[in-house]
């Protein structure tokens, strides 16, 4: 009589390959969404961090336009009464003198916050990476698409940097030739004062003086985009390398909030963050990550949702 001992052990060996397998690729999955999770956390943390500085810069500009409100009646008061006992010049000249003082500090706070939001928010991103990444070298830059690049057409293409930071009505600088980094263009709101002065060899004569009153924000909306991107890695089960050397591909994740809240022309420093929907800036940025949410997968060549 022939022995059937044994008989099952091929089906077992085989089932418990199939299991292995099976339960390896629900850990690489896991690992993969946990990666794409933890990317849009750092994309997140830096976002904020940019547009919080850049809520700190604007609140600044309105400050010291609300000191420009302060000391507007010397021109609009005072140089008229000036005008009448011919001191206007010295009137004015004080003014000047005052406007000029606070310029400086205009300078100070346009060009420090030209470049500081996406300093502190490479900052905050490189200690996230280390704490979530470890190991790894993670790029990251301040994304940005306005209107009028070619790439901007293609919905698909991840975002590139390109904030400008340079300003076209500067009250600080009117050389053409030098232009200083800014963190907002700021448009001159301008006033004529009308006044008389002494005229020889009798009465008065009609004179005008114009003076800049206070500067109002220009341009498009405020924000800060982050994009971070994650290189390939292995793979925590890839026995005898069946998923290949990097089977986590590559991960790209973006981020958007903006300052909102206060008004520079009004001298309103209330300014504050919120992180908006990449759809909040689709007219600027990827149709398609607005429509998507914020990972780009680059196998796919499409923008994932990400749920948390």
């Known amino acids: 009589m022939t022995s059937e001992r044994g008989q099952s052990t091929p089906f077992f ?35 904020w961090t940019g ?9 600044g500009l309105a400050e010291v336009n609300q000191w420009r409100r302060d000391i507007e009646p010397i021109a609009s008061v005072g140089v008229p009464l000036a005008g009448l006992i011919g001191l206007d010049g010295m009137v004015q000249k004080i003014w000047e003198v005052g406007t000029i003082i606070i310029n400086f500090v205009d300078t100070g706070i346009q060009v420090g916050y030209a470049k500081i939001p996406y300093d502190e928010a490479a900052r905050v991103t490189w200690y996230n990476a280390h704490d979530l990444f470890p190991g790894e070298q993670l790029e990251w830059y301040e994304g940005y698409r306005p209107w009028g690049d070619p790439d901007a057409v293609n919905e698909e293409v991840p975002f590139s940097k390109s904030r400008p930071t340079a300003c076209q009505d500067q009250p600080f600088w009117t050389s053409t030739f030098f232009v200083l980094p800014c963190l907002v263009d700021l448009a001159p709101i301008e006033n004529t004062v009308y006044y008389v002065v002494p005229c020889f060899p009798f009465g008065y004569c009609p004179s005008s003086y114009t003076y800049v009153k206070w500067f109002e924000k220009e341009g498009e909306e405020i924000s800060f985009v982050w994009v971070v991107k994650a290189p390939e890695t292995k793979a925590i089960f890839n026995p005898f390398d ?59 060549e499409k923008w994932r949702r990400v749920l948390y």
């Open 13 to 47: 060996l085989c089932f418990l390959v199939l299991m292995t397998v099976m339960v390896g690729t629900m850990v690489n999955v896991g690992q993969a969404i946990n990666r794409r999770i933890a990317l849009q956390i750092v994309a997140d943390a830096g976002a």
């Open 242 to 300: 069946v998923f290949g050397d990097d089977a986590i591909p590559e991960m790209v994740a973006a981020a958007h909030a903006k300052p909102v809240g206060g008004t520079i022309e009004e001298g309103e420093d209330e300014y504050r963050v919120r992180m908006e929907p990449l759809s909040a800036a689709a007219m600027y940025f990827s149709p398609s990550a607005a429509l998507h949410g914020g990972n780009y997968d680059p196998i796919f």
């Open 51 to 59: 547009a919080t500085n850049m809520a700190i810069g604007l609140n």
